[in-house]
C-alpha cells in the first residue's frame, strides 16, 4: 500500500514540501530486473523495419508460361520458344557434357528458378543432333521408383525426358532411383534430365557427385529483357523502350519487394509490363500485381508443405517451413538465433502433427546454406547491440523485404491449425532473457493479434500477462501495444487495459503500466500519461515511472515534460512521486535501455547518454522543463538526498566525455541561477564540489 495522499503541497513547485512520509531513492533497475535490456532498441528497429510493410492487396496474377508442361511429348513450336527465350546459365556446357556423357543429369535447385526451362533446352539440343523429341514424365507410382520405372518403359532410342521428382522423396531412395534410371537410359540411348528440390535428398546426392549438379538461375534482368523483347517484338515502335523504363521505376521495385525476382517470376513481371505499356493495365493495377509476388511465393510453399505424410517422412517439410517462419520473426538477426528458433517450432510442429513422436535434430548438414536457399534466405556478416558495445554476429536476411511479413501472414492466416505450435513457440520466445529474442518475437506476437484479436488475446496476451516472468510481461505489455496500432484493434486493447488498471490482479496492472509506456494503446500519448498517472498509487511509482521516462524518450517529450511539472502541483502525492521519479530515472537511465515502438531518429546518435542529456543535446527547447524538474526534486525534502547523488553521478559520467560535458557545462547555469527559491545549501555545496573535482 502506498502513503496516505499528502493534500497540504503548496502550488509552488519550487517551494520545499514537508519531509512527512517515506523518503523516495534513485529507481534501481527496471521491471524486467536487470534481464533483457541491452541491444532492445536495436531488435525493436529491426523487427518494426522487416514487419512494418504495407502489405497491399494480395491479388493473384495470372499463371506464368505453361511450364512444366503435361505429361507426354513436347510440340516443337513450344520448344521453338523456348529456344528464343530460354537465357543459358554459366553452368550450361558443362551440364550438356555430363548429360551427353552419362546419359542422366540431376538438376538440384528451387522451384521458380528455371529447372525446368534449363532441363528442356540441354534436351532439346541434344534430340536435335540424334534426332529424337523432347518428352516430359510423370511420377506417377504411388511408392515413388516403381512408378517412375513402368513410365519409361516405352523410351526411344535418341529421345530426350524430363522428370521432377517430388519434394518429399527419401533421402535414402533418390540415389538408387538415379542409377536404375542411368542404366536405363543408357541402355536406350537416351537421355533424361531429373529436376530435384533442395532438401535432404538434393543435398545427398550433391555430396556424391555421381548424378547431381547444383543449379544456378540466370540473372532475372536478362530473362525479363527477353520475355518483353518477345512479347512486344510485333507491337508500335517505342514501347518496348516504355516497359523497360516502367520496370526500373523505384515504385514498381518498391511494390514487388523481392531482390532480385526468380526466372519465372521475372517472366510473369514481363508480361504485366508488356500489358500496361500497351494500355491494358493501370499503373494501380500493375503495383497491385507487383506486391501479390511475395504473398504468392508464401502460399506456394506452404501448399509444399501441406501434405507431408506421417512423421518422422514430414519432418523435412517440417523443418522448411518452420525456418520460413521463424526468418519472418527474425529476419536481419543472428542466424544462430533464427536457428534455434527454427528448430524449437520444427519440434512443436513435429509434436503437433504426431504426439506419439518425438523428434530430434540433425546434427551435421550436408552443405552450409543449403537451407537457407529454401526459404530464399542468405546470410552475412552483421552485429548486434550489447548496450556499451557491439559484436559481430553471422547474419540472415530474406532476399526480399516482402517475404517476411507474406510468410507471418500466410502461415496465420492461410493455416489454422499452424496457430497453436506458433503461439506456444512465441511464448516461450517471449521468456527468452536477451532483447534479441523476446523483442522480435512479442512484436511478431502483436501483429498477429492485431490479424485476429480474439484468438491472440486468448492464446498470446493473455498467458504472457500472467505469468510470473517479468520478461515474459513486459512481452505481453509490447505486444499489446503493437496490437493496439491497428486502428480496429485499439479500442479493444485500451478497454482490457483499463480493466487491468482497476483490477486486483497485481501482474496485470503492472502489464497495463508497461503497455502504456509505448503510447499507442490510449490513442495517444497524452492519454497514456493520464493512465499512468492513475496507476501510479497502486505500484508506488516503481513500473509507472519507467514508462513514464520511455514515453520522455519518445517523439513528444515535451508533452511529458509538460505532464511532469503539472503533477508536481498535484495535491495527490503518488502524481507528485511519480514526476520527481521520473526525473530521477532520466537522469539515471541509458537512452538505449528506453526504446520504444516508434522512430526517434534524432536521440539515436546519443544513445549510450541519459536521457537527459541526449534531450538537451537532441532537443534543446527541454531544457528549461528540465531545470524546473530537477530542481523541484533537489529543494523537495522527500527527493532531495536522491536528487543530490543522481546528479553526481550524472556529472561525474559526463566527466569522462569531452560532448556530454559541454553540454552540461551549458545547462548547470541555468539549474542553480533560478529566478525563484534558491538551490538548498547542502545539494548547492554537493554540486560545487563535485565541479571544483572536475
Not at 508488356?274 to 503495383?287: I, N, P, Q, V
Not at 544513445?607 to 529543494?635: F, I, K, M, N, V
Amino acid at each position: 500500500m502506498s502513503a496516505p495522499e499528502d493534500i497540504t503541497a503548496p502550488d509552488d513547485v519550487s517551494a520545499p514540501a514537508p519531509s512527512r512520509g517515506r523518503r523516495l531513492d534513485i529507481p534501481q533497475g527496471d521491471p524486467l530486473d536487470g534481464a533483457g535490456q541491452p541491444g532492445g532498441a536495436r531488435a525493436a528497429r529491426e523487427a518494426r523495419a522487416h514487419l512494418h510493410i504495407a502489405y497491399g492487396p494480395a491479388r493473384m496474377c495470372a499463371d506464368p508460361a505453361p511450364y512444366p508442361l503435361p505429361e507426354g511429348p513436347v510440340p516443337r513450336e513450344e520448344l521453338a520458344r523456348l529456344r528464343r527465350l530460354h537465357r543459358a546459365v554459366p553452368e550450361h556446357a558443362a551440364m550438356r557434357d555430363q548429360l551427353r556423357r552419362t546419359h542422366l543429369l540431376a538438376l538440384c535447385g528451387e522451384s521458380g528458378t528455371g529447372r525446368a526451362w534449363t532441363g528442356l533446352a540441354l534436351l532439346a539440343e541434344l534430340a536435335e543432333l540424334t534426332g529424337g523429341g523432347v518428352s516430359r514424365l510423370g511420377y506417377t507410382g504411388p511408392d515413388g521408383a516403381p512408378g517412375v520405372e513402368k513410365g519409361v518403359e516405352k523410351t526411344e532410342r535418341g529421345h530426350g525426358y524430363l522428370l521432377e521428382l517430388p519434394a518429399d522423396q527419401a533421402e535414402s531412395t533418390a540415389e538408387p532411383l538415379l542409377d536404375r534410371l542411368r542404366a536405363h537410359f543408357a541402355e536406350h540411348e537416351a537421355f533424361c534430365v531429373v529436376l530435384v528440390a533442395g532438401g535432404p535428398a538434393a543435398d545427398r546426392l550433391l555430396r556424391g557427385r555421381r548424378h547431381a549438379m547444383a543449379y544456378r538461375p540466370p540473372a532475372a534482368a536478362d530473362v525479363l529483357d527477353r520475355h518483353l523483347t518477345e512479347l512486344l517484338a510485333d507491337r508500335p515502335a517505342g514501347l518496348l523502350e516504355t516497359a523497360r523504363a516502367t520496370a526500373r521505376r523505384p515504385e514498381l521495385t518498391e511494390a514487388l519487394g523481392l531482390d532480385e525476382p526468380r526466372p519465372g517470376e521475372a517472366a510473369r513481371l514481363a508480361g504485366q509490363l508488356a500489358a500496361h505499356a500497351e494500355g491494358r493495365l493501370t499503373d494501380e493495377r500493375l503495383l497491385e500485381h507487383c506486391r501479390s509476388f511475395a504473398p504468392h511465393q508464401a502460399r506456394e510453399w506452404f501448399l509444399e508443405a501441406g501434405h507431408p505424410g506421417t512423421l518422422p517422412a514430414a519432418l523435412p517439410a517440417l523443418r522448411a517451413a518452420a525456418l520460413r517462419i521463424a526468418l519472418a520473426v527474425f529476419d536481419g538477426s543472428a542466424h544462430s538465433v533464427m536457428a534455434e528458433a527454427a528448430e524449437l517450432l520444427a519440434w512443436e510442429l513435429a509434436v503437433t502433427l504426431d504426439p506419439q513422436y518425438a523428434p530430434g535434430r540433425p546434427l551435421f548438414s550436408a552443405r552450409p546454406g543449403a537451407c537457407l536457399a529454401t526459404a530464399r534466405a542468405v546470410h552475412g556478416e552483421g552485429v548486434e547491440d550489447l548496450g556499451d558495445a557491439s559484436v559481430p554476429v553471422r547474419a540472415v536476411w530474406f532476399e526480399g523485404r516482402r517475404l517476411a511479413p507474406a510468410v507471418l501472414h500466410e502461415s496465420w492466416d492461410g493455416h489454422h491449425n499452424l496457430r497453436g505450435p506458433m503461439a506456444r513457440w512465441l511464448r516461450a520466445l517471449c521468456d527468452d532473457p536477451r532483447p534479441q529474442v523476446w523483442v522480435r518475437a512479442a512484436v511478431a506476437a502483436g501483429l498477429l493479434c492485431a490479424r485476429d484479436y480474439l484468438y491472440g488475446l486468448v492464446e498470446l496476451a493473455l498467458p504472457l500477462a500472467r505469468t510470473d516472468s517479468p520478461v515474459q510481461r513486459m512481452a505481453a505489455a509490447t505486444a499489446l501495444a503493437e496490437a493496439s496500432r491497428a486502428p480496429q484493434v485499439r479500442p479493444a486493447v485500451h478497454g482490457l487495459l483499463h480493466a487491468w488498471a482497476r483490477g486486483d490482479d497485481e501482474r496485470e496492472r503492472e502489464t497495463a503500466a508497461l503497455a502504456h509506456g509505448y503510447g499507442l494503446a490510449a490513442g495517444s500519448v497524452a492519454a497514456s500519461l493520464e493512465e499512468l498517472g492513475r496507476l501510479a498509487r497502486a505500484d508506488d511509482g516503481r513500473t509507472t515511472s519507467h514508462s513514464v521516462v520511455r514515453l520522455l524518450a519518445g517523439a513528444e517529450p515535451e508533452t511529458v515534460l509538460a505532464a511532469l511539472t503539472h503533477w508536481l502541483r498535484d495535491t495527490r502525492r503518488a502524481r507528485r512521486d511519480l514526476a520527481l521519479l521520473a526525473t530521477l530515472r532520466a537522469v539515471t537511465t541509458r537512452t538505449s535501455q528506453l526504446w520504444g515502438l516508434g522512430e526517434v531518429p534524432e536521440l539515436e546518435p546519443y544513445a549510450a547518454w541519459p536521457l537527459a542529456t541526449a534531450l538537451l543535446a537532441a532537443r534543446p527547447e527541454c531544457g528549461p522543463r528540465l531545470a524546473e524538474l530537477l530542481r523541484a526534486a533537489l529543494t523537495w525534502a522527500r527527493s532531495a538526498g536522491a536528487a543530490e547523488d543522481a546528479l553526481v553521478g550524472w556529472i561525474r559520467r559526463a566527466a569522462g566525455d569531452a560532448r556530454q560535458l559541454a553540454v552540461l557545462c551549458d545547462f548547470l547555469p541555468r539549474l542553480a541561477q533560478d529566478g525563484d527559491e534558491p538551490l538548498d545549501a547542502g545539494a548547492a555545496t554537493r554540486i560545487r564540489e563535485v565541479l571544483e573535482a572536475l
